[in-house]
């Protein structure tokens, strides 16, 4: 098979970031890799117009919880899905909470939501990394780490060749010319010279991590490959090396709560909250570190800090307490010296049951994160950390006065408890918010940031006028995505060029920058 490429229908993300959705059809199967819902501007193909019913999928593939990568899975069931849905083991632990805060959105009611989760929950597998298995037809899977959020993988797919061309079924993918990928499609691929030529190899990167990212382990190296699906979101830019990052947070988070203000940071539930509350954790035992050296002199007052009567009880944590002191080792993180007493809230439901799963799976995380552990502290909880569950105490956080530092959701503004916060604190010059996602145009978020700007600037909040007089921050690098020279280093990192990449999951303009440097580094785009 030299074409392998017509047997691909990218029916979501194909050149913007949301949305992710392939069909893969091969050897008499449908086999699908996730099935996300599209945001703001961008666009999928309506299930309608697919080439196959979703009753015909044989299997669907998620590469990670993300609601623009499995968004759509109860759509897919409620058309009559029946086939199996592969995942690593995190990754199905998170499906449910992630859907079923998606499904709350929808004009559903509870009743049929349950039902649909339980039919997930029925339908799903959870698989070990770096393990062979096999599907129908002879083909096998393997997963292997993405390094971007818990649980995140990309996909193999080992597929025989052995008269496959007669044998598919679904020869004809043109003739629904909508759908079709691209005019690259038509090009000839290497095959991969260490494989033999009895099989195709295939790759779906799914999500890449940056990094270094907290807590999770950087990615695996890809075996060679026939042809590479890989994302391109950070394709064009390059992240903040993550120490300078941790600095900068702790820097301005200390300046920030320097006059007893509040620091509101909008963050995405899954990946991005996790990745907070660790990195303040390692700047919190930073700090008490210090202290123990006898370094307390240098620390600056902040006004009252976490007072000794608990004004806070009830909005305890539900990851385990911590014990023993943290063990610290990277000087630059000393800089929150004068926060570490501060409280921090995490006011968000679903971000609390994402931040257990993270908390419980330590067999996921990276070689630092483990060694914290094991060495008597939990590198996602601290004495600070409170978990705000119910409404009734995201109210009474609500009168609680500063210095605190609250999370909440959702991670553009466009909804969810930070509204609340917002409406409440924007106009007080004490507070401020720090963006650490991206901002999609026409979002809330997007709008605090440009306004903030101006003289006079304000936002629209549920169809209130709210000044913008905080300080607003924008830090870079906590995204999850890896950057392009990560990208360009994970290719690399394969022991052989892979025959051919194709580029999705990106906007036009990142995809043609990094195809331009794979172009002059020698592979095939
Ligand atoms: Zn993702």
Redesign the pocket.
């Known amino acids: 098979m030299n074409q392998i490429d017509q047997f691909i229908t990218h029916l979501g993300a194909e050149h913007n970031v949301t949305g992710?959705c392939h069909l893969l059809q091969v050897n008499g199967l449908n086999i699908m890799v996730d099935c996300g819902i599209a945001q703001g501007k961008d666009h999928v193909i309506p299930m309608d117009a697919w080439p196959v019913s979703p009753s015909r999928v044989n299997y669907l593939f998620l590469?990670?919880a993300?609601i623009?990568?499995i968004g759509r899975v109860p759509e897919l069931v409620q058309r009559g899905f029946k086939g199996e849905i592969i995942a690593t083991h995190a990754t199905k632990a998170l499906l449910e909470p992630m859907l079923q805060d998606a499904m709350s959105f929808s004009d559903m009611t509870e009743d049929q939501a349950s039902k649909i989760l339980e039919t997930i929950d029925d339908l799903s597998w959870g698989f070990e990394y770096d393990q062979y298995f096999d599907l129908k037809s002879g083909i096998k899977f393997k997963l292997g780490r993405a390094g971007?959020?818990l649980g995140?993988c990309f996909i193999r797919f080992e597929i025989p060749n052995d008269s496959s061309e007669t044998r598919n079924p679904f020869p004809a993918i043109s003739t629904v010319p909508p759908v079709i990928s691209s005019k690259a499609r038509n090009l000839p691929i290497n095959h991969s010279k260490s494989k033999t030529q009895n099989s195709f190899s295939i790759v779906f990167s799914?999500?890449l991590g940056a990094s270094n990212t907290p807590i999770l382990p950087d990615p695996d190296i890809p075996e060679p490959c026939d042809l590479l699906i890989m994302e391109s979101t950070y394709g064009d830019r390059y992240h903040e090396d993550r120490k300078q990052r941790t600095k900068r947070l702790g820097e301005i988070l200390t300046r920030a709560l320097f006059d007893g203000g509040k620091v509101f940071i909008p963050a995405f539930s899954l990946?991005r909250t996790q990745e907070l509350i660790y990195e303040i954790d390692r700047l919190v035992g930073a700090s008490l570190l210090a202290k123990e050296r006898g370094l307390t002199s240098t620390r600056r007052s902040v006004g009252p800090l976490c007072p000794t009567e608990n004004k806070y009880q009830g909005l305890t944590p539900g990851i385990p307490e911590t014990s023993e002191p943290p063990v610290i080792s990277n000087e630059c993180e000393k800089s929150f010296n004068s926060t570490s007493e501060i409280p921090v809230f995490i006011d968000s439901p679903l971000g609390l049951k994402i931040t257990k799963i993270y908390s419980s799976l330590s067999e996921y995380w990276d070689r630092e994160a483990k060694e914290i552990l094991r060495n008597g502290d939990h590198p996602i909880d601290f004495d600070h950390l409170y978990a705000v569950e119910n409404y009734k105490d995201h109210l009474r956080l609500m009168e609680i006065p500063g210095p605190a530092v609250i999370i909440a959701g959702s991670g553009m503004c466009t909804g969810g408890r930070i509204i609340d916060h917002l409406k409440a604190g924007l106009e007080d010059p004490k507070n401020d918010v720090f963006f650490v996602g991206y901002q999609a145009s026409g979002t809330p978020g997007r709008d605090i940031i440009k306004y903030s700007q101006r003289p006079g600037g304000y936002v629209n909040l549920n169809g209130e006028k709210i000044f913008i007089r905080a300080g607003i921050h924008t830090l870079t690098g906590y995204s999850?995505?890896a950057d392009q020279n990560d990208l360009i280093e994970w290719v690399q990192s394969m022991p052989e060029k892979p025959g051919r990449i194709k580029l999705v999951h990106g906007e036009p303009e990142a995809q043609q920058t990094l195809k331009n440097r794979l172009l002059h580094l020698g592979y095939v785009v």
């Open positions: 992710s590469t990670h993300h623009d990568h971007h959020i995140s799914g999500d990946g999850a995505h």
